[in-house]
């Protein structure tokens, strides 16, 4: 069952503290968001102690007052569950709920997320909490939904407390049953790991080199994710049970967490915390970095979740903490463009963070739309414009973002490239030159997300699956990519591809594993680039040249394989590089390296995807984004330079903002951002 | 009441450790001491288990001993209390008077300052032993005053043991009476940090994201220091109590300490530990930077506190320890150099650290006048030179220095910033900026230490004051600023001036606070520097552009706000970033950015501060420094390069050292001291 | 007695873990290895639990299936004790065998090396398993030796269990008897460290500063060597006693281990573990990086310890674990090159590391010549290549290499300055400035271990020492250097030498101490380089200049003393820098500074050594080594580069691969190797 958003139209809300500023506020705070256009009010996701002052005393008059005032113009409210800050007099009482450093050190009150998921008391008095405020809210006619928690896995996704490394030795048992099955699974005879009673099981502890086993390392990551999941899932059955009326969702994408299966087990919609001005400040010593308009990369994360979203907390000022993240303001219509950015990629419902900026603690400088003097200014004006041009464009709500092309992505190889330094970084690269590429040509792209449900349709989406440094492969998937390409797919690997099982153990073949077949090649042999030496090239089908850089394998071919690029400035000088295989109506392609800008795109004008030449001439600098809806495309044409941008339209569109018809040059305007039908 | 040092004419001493050489050493270093013009051997610091082999046990037959034979040679004895590194027998039977890491580790035994100062067992058996020496030293003819501790707050400023954490709670208790008190001040509401019970507060505790709570942590240092400044006045009334006569003082300046008022309250001078040689290998990428000579800030602060002084350490040799603080020795001059960078500041007392290099320990690399073997060596000869010319310098003892700015410190203000990286580092750059354009102009500028008890009179001995990025700016300060420049004073503030309380939380005002109405203007909206773009600039006076670095803040002005500099470059191009008001007879001025070297000298030519251009042509590399007394001027010009200066002198003055007459041009060697009147 | 390999003729060896592949392969991979030439087989260092999988209940049955089918193949295993990985029950039942970090912390299960050596449980339970081999295995006729344990100090080389504390201050106990020894020893009286009770003493723990005595830390190095060398003794000593016909040895070179006492003491000779692609990813900034040539140096310090030795652990391939060590595969050609790079400095026997490369944890990336796959590669088919080779040049082994210059290791200083920021970084530099000075003009030079047993014989054997910054000089190694060179010996120091005692205590005297007399030098003055300045440099022989870096000691000459260089560029500009004293029959060189790669070989020509030059011209990027036996000299020749080297030979040799006679021009090719006689 498709997890997504159902709103009528684009709906705009706010992120809101009641308790932090004084009650006689409130009314002129909700007025100017009414004024504003906002539907909806998210509220009480760090206020545990208000809800609950002492253990066992409950209290809802200051939250029952601040949605009734809410109600009274009109707003709705999405309640947030408190659990992501404990009270003081929790962790003081129960310090087995504290989570704690793998060497051991708890995490104390002070901030937030200090507690760990497998704390029995943590779980009974969350338990009992959210059914409280259920219990409270579920018929609240403003009340419209549920978020929980919030940002699970946010601040840290690791969990070593005595609770975590029970319910990991649990969770162990319950997987594998036998010490033997464990025993293979984590390879244990290497270095003489071999576990002969189960109360010798941990998750990975401090070890003298800082290395622990990597196949233990990759379940304790699927532990990490189990656990938030059953964590959320405690609460989720809850509100289902005692609130059934309203929605239920939860924001953020961490670490860790399998936020797919969350989504399909537990909730109705994926909610996102879209934060792109991070972009602004994040070394990227990458070829043309794409700061803010990386987060089309994150959104296309979210739409394999949820086709149509929400985001929960769009950024809507300069963002940073007391001692870290330091982000400049966003430039007059950049707000807006986020904004867009956010609807482009399949958002139906825009909340922005904050409403006022915080005047006390950690996040006093993660500005709202308003600052901390109240008074108007350049943001909330941005806002209310924003505003206004959605009631022109609501119609969009619903509608499906177009691909042609996907990228594939999965949690085992995730989680265990997280730790391999011989294929973590490649993916990074691999996936940062795809996107570049595919943006830079305005070939939309989704993510696609593979999973044990994957089936032969969901791949028959796509014309062409990009994914380049799977080392886990298993002979289902194998089996599951030759259909796929046998009834006329295409679909480009590169180095390090199949090499592993699902424990992350290398199988006893010749690379790609199972892949070979698909793929038609062994590797003879490989190396990573020496970091004092050249970097060798690859031969594009005898024309140009580009870098083969960060790693080699050089491959062997079996029969019908086409040799579209040879390796050149190294000793395996000459020999292929990258491959094509017919195979079926389709075809593959393997590359054996990581893959740049240069050679992406290289690639791309071999999958002659749609690249909407026909319809436009659009500069580098700007996003194409296309949703479908009943017939009708909805085109989002985003600029993300500070420069002016001249676009060509070869038909005539209708600016669904202006109502106007656009044709020929339209220059749009730094940040600036048309949206066409 | 002003607590200054009252030395009759300017004398020298040194730190001896008798304990660490052969008895039948002792007379030979003494005599060449004697030589050498010494008149103070400091002495007894780090012998705590010489004094005490045994608890409650007491020895004092070889310092006894050790200062007879001071005395036999007329050299006075300043005794330091041992107590910065305790007995190995104390920690070992008292493990709760160690200090602790943050995360609960404690420090051990094997350097120094180990130790925390709210154990009661540590702070029972410091008194036991101050008072043991006070008692047995008290009318010893040849001790004249004490050192309590050494280096308060050196190694280390924050302490997290037990006994701290304690301490803190009932500090929090006395300072705020309620919980209600404290969660408002410390901003509790935000991620639900509310405390309920007083036995949940804390010293700031390990948090997941390594960031506590903002409030908190300013009340912390503010504990940190009341701690120190609680533990030497347990010393302090000792020592008044049972040593009357002998005078009491400690040294060095370290971090999350008020020295001021631990000398206003305890002390009857202030000695602070000079070592300029730092300068020479701390990394300084700022534009000109001073090396050495930035210590004459140092000195600057030192006089703040106390207008005369002692340097109870001053180098005198190549410095380190084994394992770090790599510093090349001191050039031939260089020693000298520094000798008098501390009197031109107002030293009239300087003790060289130290007699001869430590032969063991972490310190066999501090070098002091003497090498191992003993042997005479250049240092020594130098600090012959020095003890000679002082004897014709004398009578400067009790002079002061003159400037007419003044550079505003806080401690609020020091410590919050130190925790926020949207305040510290540009207060850091200004400072800096102010600092060199001030010396490089050779304008003499004091530090201005702005607390409590500061007044309107206080204010008003300048004629310009500088406070660059004050965050907390309270109404009543404020009011003072008004006041003073409504009676003909001039003050500049930069960005981010006066947006926070006391706390340390923002007000629910626009900037800067309650300084709009000094200033003239109201912040409409502002931006860090974004890293990967372009910097934006000042024209200032529609001549000059400087770069406009780090932080932007666009200004609204009010009525009759003359217009300095505006924006370059940026999208606020063109809008007001420097401004000038006149105010009653005085003028403000507002700048909304950090200064730089560029601008702060632009700056100073409009203030007309007297730079002595009538008097003196000086290059660059020499500091100028005037001191006063009784109708005489003592100028100091020190050549802090190791290129000859060429000075032009514009009357005749006398060269105090040759007694000679100097007019027109005069030469200064490398890193020669001119003294003239 | 000298504690050499005696292999009959070159051998080569695989390491094998039978315990990893399933049991049907293991006759196949023997057949492979025997047609290989394979003659040794090393297993079993990681298997603890397969030889006890409960405590107290012994099976052999595994390995004694896979010794007797490696005696089917004819081939001789070598029998690792297990104890470098304690099984998961052992840890989980006596955690005091855990090693801990210096702050307490312990290490766990999941890697290797996480024992103490001192702990009472652990030692037990090694012996009885120790002894349980021996037992079984000592009259086995394919079992011809053992390997204790495996990588003593490998992974960590500091120790800080309780168990290590408790034994750390019996050890002190040991060598002080009273505390008084101890005080003055680790100079206690700075800082106030005295002891006063024996349970006061303790290994280094945390101090504030990070810093702890460096006299104690000295004495700490001395006791981790002298813990790792006890518990191997107690395997030795069983060893002994239950397998007297099979001989013992361990392998690796790590820190805080006295390797040449261990050997002396316990082994029949001792075995290195060589890894020279390391040398192809450590940064390297200094001029002409040695890369993997570098180990070149390594294997002249195991053959300090056992003139011919075998490598236990040669690279086969790529190598890195998971998360870091992220090397190339190697080049053709390289496998090959570093086989005869063991063998041309003394390796008489050469195992690989490892058959195969491992499918399961830490180190499925250190490959092995086989891949996971299991087929042929062009790894296997340069060892087979190799071993080929080795046929027809059996007779090397057993012959010695030659060198008449020697530069001098010793334990004391490489402790005391691995802590010293003012010697250690010195020592470094000026080591691989004469290591390649001499490698770049076919120098062969020896590494010479000078210890408490060096006799004036030992220095005899050759012309030249090199000993650059030897801090701690007692008086009775002085006069043995005087000796040395008064018998017509060369030798020389560079600055920092002789001024510190065996404590680590500098002496009361001019450097360099008890040296004076030799060099006929007083350090006059001294500096280390300032950060920020320009670098001084040295006037050799009023011809060439070269730089003074890092550090300069100002030279006060005695009689009859030859000024080499004199300094330029600084304050001492002009003074004595370099001199050379004839002493006796022979001449002793003093440096005031730090050797680089430019004076160094400037010296080398002084010292008139043989450099081959009648026989070859060699490139730079070409190693000469030679091994002498029975009137025989066996030249190496190595190319290190990727691109063809040309040699020229001065007379005819044999090549002894290929049996033809070489005259004349000889090209290497890329990492060629070419054997003479």
């Not at 730790?419 to 943006?439: H, R």
Request: aromatic share 14%.
């Amino acid at each position: 069952m498709v997890k997504k958003l159902n709103e009528e139209k684009l709906t705009l809300g706010i992120c809101y503290y009641p308790e932090h500023w004084p009650e006689d506020m409130w009314e002129d705070d909700y007025r100017r968001m009414k004024e504003l256009g906002i539907t909806y009010v998210r509220m009480g996701e760090f206020a545990w102690s208000i809800f609950e002052p002492e253990e066992g005393k409950f209290s809802f008059d200051l939250f029952d007052r601040a949605v009734a005032k809410a109600g009274e113009f009109g707003l709705k409210v999405i309640m947030g569950t408190p659990t992501a800050t404990p009270p003081t007099w929790l962790t003081k009482k129960y310090p087995d709920s504290l989570n704690v450093t793998q060497d051991g050190i708890p995490y104390q009150h002070g901030a937030r997320r200090h507690y760990n998921y497998n704390s029995e008391n943590y779980r009974r008095l969350s338990s009992i909490i959210v059914k409280k405020m259920a219990e409270h809210y579920h018929d609240h006619p403003d009340v419209v939904g549920w978020q929980i928690d919030n940002e699970l896995n946010c601040e840290t996704d690791v969990f070593y407390s005595e609770a975590d490394h029970d319910a990991f030795r649990e969770w162990a048992k319950k997987k594998y049953h036998t010490l033997e099955n464990l025993n293979a699974a984590w390879g244990a005879v290497f270095w003489n790991q071999t576990y002969t009673s189960w109360d010798q099981v941990y998750l990975t502890r401090k070890t003298v080199p800082n290395s622990p086993n990597p196949h233990h390392a990759l379940d304790e990551k699927r532990f990490f994710s189990d656990s938030a999941i059953s964590y959320a899932k405690l609460q989720a059955d809850i509100l289902r049970e005692y609130a059934p009326k309203q929605w239920v969702t939860t924001n953020g994408m961490f670490g860790h967490l399998d936020n797919h299966k969350l989504t399909d087990d537990l909730l109705d919609f994926y909610a996102y915390d879209s934060y792109p001005n991070f972009g602004r400040i994040i070394e990227d010593h990458s070829v043309k970095p794409l700061r803010d308009r990386k987060w089309s990369w994150n959104l296309s994360v979210v739409r394999s979740i949820s086709p149509n979203f929400a985001i929960f907390e769009q950024q809507s000022g300069p963002g940073g903490w007391v001692t870290r993240i330091e982000q400049p303001s966003p430039k007059p219509g950049q707000l807006r463009l986020w904004t867009y950015q956010s609807i482009a990629h399949g958002a139906d419902m825009i909340m922005y963070f904050r409403w006022r900026t915080a005047t006390k603690g950690t996040e006093i400088y993660w500005h709202g739309i308003n600052d901390y003097h109240n008074q108007p200014n350049r943001r909330v004006k941005e806002v209310e414009a924003v505003s206004q041009e959605l009631h022109k464009l609501g119609q969009i709500a619903g509608s499906s973002y177009q691909a042609e092309i996907a990228y594939v992505t999965n949690y085992d190889n995730e989680w265990d490239a997280e730790f391999d330094k011989w294929v973590g970084p490649y993916e990074a690269k691999s996936k940062d030159a795809w996107f570049k590429a595919l943006q830079y040509n305005h070939v939309p792209v989704d993510a696609f997300h593979l999973n044990a449900e994957t089936s032969l349709e969901d791949l028959k989406s796509y014309k062409v699956l990009v994914y380049p440094h799977a080392a886990i492969i298993t002979k289902e998937q194998a089996e599951l990519f030759n259909s796929y390409v046998k009834q006329g797919g295409k679909m480009i690997f590169g180095c390090r591809s199949g090499y592993k099982d699902e424990t992350g153990q290398p199988y006893m073949k010749a690379f790609p594993g199972y892949l070979a077949d698909l793929v038609g090649v062994n590797v003879e042999e490989f190396t990573r680039e020496a970091p004092f030496e050249e970097t060798p090239g690859v031969k594009f089908k005898n024309l140009q040249e580009v870098e083969a850089n960060d790693f080699n394998e050089v491959l062997q071919l079996k029969e019908d394989v086409e040799v579209l690029g040879t390796f050149t400035n190294a000793h395996f000088e000459g020999k292929p590089a990258l491959v094509k295989r017919n195979y079926g109506q389709g075809s593959s392609y393997y590359f054996g390296g990581v893959f740049n800008l240069d050679l992406a795109s290289l690639l791309i004008d071999e999958f002659e995807l749609n690249d909407y030449q026909d319809l436009f001439d659009l500069p580098e600098q700007v996003e194409l984004s296309i949703r479908h809806k009943e017939g009708t495309d909805y085109v989002f044409l985003l600029n993300y330079s500070e420069v002016p941008q001249e676009v060509t339209f070869k038909k005539e569109f209708t600016d669904l903002i202006t109502g106007r018809p656009v044709t020929n040059k339209h220059t749009l305007k730094p940040f600036d951002v048309i949206v066409l039908a």
